[in-house]
């Protein structure tokens, strides 16, 4: 009878490490486990995907807006088998920019 609250439940589990927090104006490089698919999560700025990567020799997490171009990009790379990504950001809020700067 109350079998959709554990569903609503699980919904909101954020099972994904601490994520990777890319600085502002700079480089940050981290491999994607391509074994993984990413994990939906809902934030306040809306839907995201999380991938699993290792970052610093930690466990982490390395969330993306599936809007942003910077997916599809990361997707094809794996696809290709490419699994070391540095990224380059810059700006805040809406206005910032993510370049793929690296893929290995």
Do not use: C
């Amino acid at each position: 009878m109350t079998d959709w609250i554990d569903s609503e439940i699980a919904k909101t589990t954020t099972d994904y490490p601490e994520l990777v927090i890319l600085e502002d104006g700079q480089d940050t490089t981290f491999s994607i486990d391509a074994s993984v698919a990413p994990r939906d999560a809902d934030t306040q700025t809306g839907k995201t995907k999380v991938f699993i990567v290792s970052y610093k020799g930690e466990k982490r997490g390395f969330m993306l807006n599936p809007i942003n171009p910077l997916y599809r990009e990361i997707l094809v790379k794996l696809k290709a088998g490419k699994k070391t990504f540095t990224i380059h950001r810059t700006g805040r809020g809406l206005k910032t920019r993510f370049e793929l700067k690296s893929a290995i």
